[in-house]
């Protein structure tokens, strides 16, 4: 008898085991598909990074990419699986401190043309990080230019949860195989506190490569 409830005993311990092995979650964040036709130009996981360190994690071989910020400072805290590419996980984000006035992305577009940005996006709050930000772009380093075409506007709101926001600047023929092509993101409001960011995840530029 004391055999027999030996091997029971056993024989619930694997049973458990294995129902336990079988009910464990598993996190796969499948790689994002670049658009047929398209080249992944430039992304930014922010995975790792510190703020002396502002070149992309992936740039198309030629090209030198970088971004700058003009706010209090800057940081990192935990990032989003939205707009990922590669085998790049959710990460780290990067988090643009107030007071805070922008960010921006240079991104040299040389030997490309049709070119479309993504990020993921959230504010710290809806009164202490910016939930209105205006996106415009520059062509010569010097004038930026805040529509692609007079029917488009370059401003959005930021929710407080992460979501993706994407820009075409197709429309404007300045833009394709430009070594000053740069991209600036201004926060519009909630930007003047001592407390309250604006975060940013998996930053990409997508390009048509000219024949």
Known sequence: MKKLSFIIVILIAAFASCVKDRV?????TPPVVVPA????????????????NRKPDFAVSGHTAYFNYFSSYIDFTTGSS???????????????RNPSDSLVFYM?????????????????STTSGSTLNDVSYTTDGVNWVTTASPSTQYQYNVDITFAVHSFNFSSDAAVNN???????????????????NDRFDNVSLLGVRKP
């Open 82 to 96: 939205l707009n990922l590419y590669g085998t790049f996980d959710s990460g780290t984000c990067l988090r643009v």
């Open 37 to 52: 036709g398209d080249t992944l130009m430039y992304f930014w996981s922010f995975n790792g990074q510190d703020s002396s």
């Open 178 to 196: 430009n070594p000053k092509f740069a991209v600036k993101i201004r926060f519009d409001n909630n930007n003047t506190g001592t407390s309250g």
């Open 108 to 124: 040299p577009t040389t030997g490309y043309d049709s070119v479309i940005l993504s990020y993921a996006e959230e504010a710290s």
């Open 24 to 28: 464990q979650p598993i996190s796969v």
